[in-house]
């Protein structure tokens, strides 16, 4: 009987004790609860939004993408990526001719009719919108399981993670804030309470006055707004900026001098990309944010115990 010759990986394999796969393939669950299935981990990766594009970075998979929408401009390695389009407008012949094996798209701002036609091609879509803090950390895993990058997606997960946790933590007990997000003004949009932004005001103490509103993006009228009289008022813009230099979209609303906002002085503006890309940079905006409503609280007139004292 002739004996059976094993390859040297395999009986280095055997002898460590490990199973050897039956094949390479990776699969995953995403944020649409679709099952991701590749016969090989990805090596050319399109991403179809900045937030993915941070994340493929973020899990340790720069250097497999070949294509990235508008805007996307973080790490700064991002800049030189080949451009297949924006959110709303995408290339496709550009992002077929790139030969992608794996297509990361932004569930809720691309279109649905695009993302049939590469369905149709038989391009794999991992569908990636975290709509929870913890949300993140788990597309970093998924992405580091598809990009076969696990050992640097679970460091950056865990990373992430025990930085939320310690601003959740320090926020625990913090008074309540009641907090507007302001999205756009003209119309004036905010955000519901399924959106990741609400988990943020969440972690900060703060509560969106509009978090029952039906649709994840809601037009609300001013006088609405007035009626909920929130404690603070929020929006984005490049950079950080307060009561004292607020930008047109904030200092309009001192037309309203009585809303408990505009009378405090409680008026801010966040980094837009550290809060609405929802990526590990949001532990960022979440510190601003949490700062910021910290200082709504000092702004609030002293209580009767406190002067008698």
Known sequence: MRSLRLAPALACALALGVAPRANAS?????????????????????????????????????AKLVGAVSYSDYPSAAKAL???????????????????????????GNDERQLDRLR???????????????????????LGTLLDTSAQAEAAAADYRAKIAALRAHYAERAPVSVFYQVWDDP??????THIVSDIIALCGGRNVFARLAPLVPTVSREAVVAADPEA???????????????????????????????????????????????????QGAEQLCRDLDIARAHRPPTRAAKMH
Request: glycine content about 8%; charged content about 20%; cysteine-free.
């Open 82 to 108: 080949p451009r297949v389009g924006d959110n709303n407008a995408l290339d496709l012949e550009r992002i077929v001719a790139l030969k992608p094996d794996l297509v990361i798209v932004w569930r809720h």
């Open 188 to 193: 004036l949009m905010t955000l519901n309470g």
């Open 26 to 62: 990776v699969s995953v669950t995403d944020d649409a609860g679709q099952r991701v299935t590749l016969a090989t981990p990805a090596r050319r990766v399109v991403a179809l939004s900045p937030h993915a594009v941070e994340l493929v970075y973020a899990a340790g998979g720069g």
């Open 120 to 142: 149709a091609l038989g391009i794999a879509l991992y569908h990636s919108e975290p709509r929870k803090l913890d949300d993140v950390a788990t597309d970093l895993l998924a």
């Open 233 to 283: 008022i929020v929006t984005t813009s490049q950079g950080a900026t307060h009561a004292d230099a607020p930008l047109p979209s904030l200092a309009s609303w001192r037309a309203w001098p009585r809303m408990t906002a505009v009378a405090r002085g409680n008026l801010f503006a966040i980094d837009g990309d550290l809060i609405n890309r929802p990526g590990p940079r949001l532990v």
